[in-house]
């Protein structure tokens, strides 16, 4: 049903609707759906929908349906299961994605990972960077900014940097045991019916879930299905190119060093953890030019002749590394917002919702916390429209802060003169002398995020989940912190 059919139909029951909110029910976020009171159950719950009255229960035989196998979505898979829901999970690629470099993980988004057992796992993993040097074609440091401690607060290199292939890999082993997936499909077509939602895939099989929830990414497909034309307007693009790629066999130490070149460009490069190096490329360009360099295959040979004249000693290698590396990835740089996240029985997580973009270093974090937060009120409501309204009020605010960019921070970080560049690299030296760095990055705190408050049904069956290398004791601590914060 289209936007402009539901507010037609909205406008002829007005006077029904109005009554059904004074007289019985909650009002619901949503124009189209109106929350009828509740037996202790979860059944009789009702939502009024476009003039009929349908339930908005979710049909415990039916699963929900997670568009997308990624961060967001095998994250939400697991909290959905520990709370006693099922969920299938199609994913485009054909394997497991694992794949993607250098990630942040702060604040909840660390919290929620500790709750699931994984923070051992994904200790391990880190790409033991020792903090971010600004230098300078000769390779000087300017400013120098140590990792980040929960101790010290805020730096640029989170206290828990990962690659997203290890994070994927990670996720999706806490995930595989109890989650049904499918690789090398996606939804075709949804069709919303009274009490579930028909989905045919693109394979051509249909199949039936209670909901939907789209986890596929910046680009999500889900998006567009079910918001029409409000999914291309939520698109905010940021003015800026990013490419990344690794060189297995380079090491370029354990500092990360951010590079500034005029022309709005920028290079880092990183420890990968595993003796190479992962480089990250900023190139401002207008979004038209942008379009073309990632959609033509000579994307790598464009960004080698726009970076051929800086003069860095590992320049050279940079750009050899790049024409051979099979992981090359380059993406435009964008936010989505959205008025809300959810459309009847489709909902949106991480990316695919509110992508605060890789500026904000907070992408990551925001799909963990939101599938928590999403998977906790789906498991507690057995109205899905409640479920939706509760996940969306929790998390609004935190979305809110960490899509706030300084205006034009892009091209501040980027400047396009050498004055600019300057002015970047004093600017550091400085904050780096006053150790300022924390009043600089974000990070949310997870205390005001109330985490640990939804009750949970399963212990997952990846028992590896609770950590290989932790001591019994450790274990028991954690096991006992959990079992805490579950019953809050
Ligand atoms: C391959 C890849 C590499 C990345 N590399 C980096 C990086 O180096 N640095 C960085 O900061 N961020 C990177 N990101 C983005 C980062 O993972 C996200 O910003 C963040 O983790 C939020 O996660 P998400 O689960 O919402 O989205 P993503 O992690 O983007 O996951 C979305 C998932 O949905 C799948 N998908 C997409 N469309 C469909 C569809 N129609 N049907 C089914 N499945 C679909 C994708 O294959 C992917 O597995 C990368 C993302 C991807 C997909």
């Known amino acids: 049903m289209t936007v402009a059919q539901v507010k037609a139909i909205s406008g002829t029951n ?27 159950e979860g059944r009789g719950r009702e939502r009024y929908h476009a003039g009929t009255v349908t339930t908005c229960t979710m049909q415990r035989q039916l699963p929900i349906l997670i568009c997308g196998g990624g961060i967001a979505g095998t994250t939400l898979a697991y909290w959905l299961r520990r709370g006693g829901k099922s969920s299938v999970i199609v994913e485009r690629a054909p394997t497991p994605r694992s794949c993607g470099q250098n990630i942040d993980l702060r604040g909840s988004g660390r919290e929620i990972i500790s709750m699931m057992g994984l923070e051992d796992r994904v200790r391990k993993a880190t790409t033991t960077e020792d903090g971010t040097a600004i230098i300078d074609q000769k390779g000087r440091h300017w400013g120098s900014f140590p990792m980040q401690t929960k101790e010290k607060g805020g730096s640029i290199s989170a206290e828990l940097e990962i690659l997203r292939s290890d994070l994927a890999s990670i996720l999706y082993d806490a995930t595989k045991d109890d989650t049904e997936f499918i690789f090398g499909d996606s939804v075709e077509a949804i069709r919303e019916k009274e009490d579930r939602i028909e989905v045919q895939f693109q394979s051509g099989t249909h199949r039936e879930f209670s909901l939907v929830v789209g986890a596929d990414g910046i680009g999500s497909k889900t998006r567009a299905l079910a918001f029409g034309d409000e999914a291309t307007e939520a698109y905010h693009p940021l003015g800026l190119y990013q490419a990344y790629f690794s060189i297995p066999n380079l090491d370029t130490g354990r500092w990360a060093r951010w590079l500034h070149a005029p022309l709005g460009r920028s290079l880092l490069v990183r420890p990968n953890g595993k003796g190479g190096t992962t480089v990250l490329i900023n190139w401002r360009r207008d979004h038209a030019t942008i379009e073309r360099h990632l959609r033509s295959s000579g994307a790598k040979e464009e960004i080698a002749r726009g970076f051929e004249d800086i003069e860095w000693d590992i320049m050279p290698q940079l750009m050899d590394g790049m024409m051979i590396s099979e992981d090359f990835y380059g993406a435009e740089v964008a936010q989505i917002k959205l008025n809300s996240w959810s459309r009847g029985r489709v909902a949106l997580v991480g990316d695919a919702g509110y992508c605060p973009s890789s500026v904000s270093a907070m992408g990551t974090s925001c799909a963990i916390t939101g599938a928590y937060f999403l998977a906790g009120e789906l498991c507690r409501h057995g109205c899905y429209v409640t479920a939706f309204r509760e996940y969306e009020s929790s998390l609004r605010k935190y979305v809110g802060d960490a899509q706030k960019l300084m205006p034009s921070e892009t091209a501040l970080q980027n400047p396009q003169w050498m004055v600019g560049i300057l002015l970047i690299r004093v600017f550091a030296t400085i904050i780096s002398y006053l150790n300022l760095q924390k009043y600089c990055v974000p990070d949310d705190r997870p205390e005001d995020m109330k985490l640990g408050r939804y009750e949970t049904k399963n212990k997952p069956k990846t028992q590896r989940s609770y950590g290989d290398s932790t001591s019994r004791l450790q274990r028991a601590k954690l096991h006992f912190r959990l079992q805490n914060e579950f019953r809050n």
């Open 14 to 40: 007005l006077f029904r609707r109005l009554f059904l909110t004074q007289k019985k029910g909650k009002h619901c976020r949503s124009l189209q759906h109106r929350c009828l009171p509740t037996n202790e």
